[in-house]
């Protein structure tokens, strides 16, 4: 992890999903914020190459 300035993100989901992932986590050993964090990284990797070669091809800049 970087020294970068840390922000909070408020998210909404079923509260049967958090308690299930609470506990997933908790059994793991890992935090809940450690598994979202993985998470968001891998989707906007995946997302920002898939952006860069669909804008290519649309012509933009």
Same mark, same amino acid.
């Given at each position: 992890? !970087?020294? =970068?300035?840390?922000? /909070?993100?408020?998210?909404?989901?079923? @509260? $049967?999903?958090?308690?299930?992932?609470? $506990?997933?986590?908790?059994?793991? +050993?890992?935090?809940?914020? =450690?598994? #979202?964090? @993985? #998470?968001? @990284? /891998?989707?906007? !990797? =995946?997302? =920002?190459?898939?952006? $860069?070669? !669909?804008?290519?091809?649309? +012509?933009?800049?």
């Amino acid at each position: 992890m !970087t020294d =970068e300035k840390q922000v /909070t993100y408020k998210m909404f989901l079923p @509260e $049967s999903m958090r308690a299930r992932f609470k $506990s997933i986590c908790a059994l793991k +050993g890992v935090s809940m914020n =450690e598994v #979202l964090l @993985e #998470l968001v @990284e /891998t989707w906007v !990797t =995946e997302n =920002e190459v898939h952006s $860069s070669q !669909t804008d290519k091809g649309k +012509g933009a800049a």
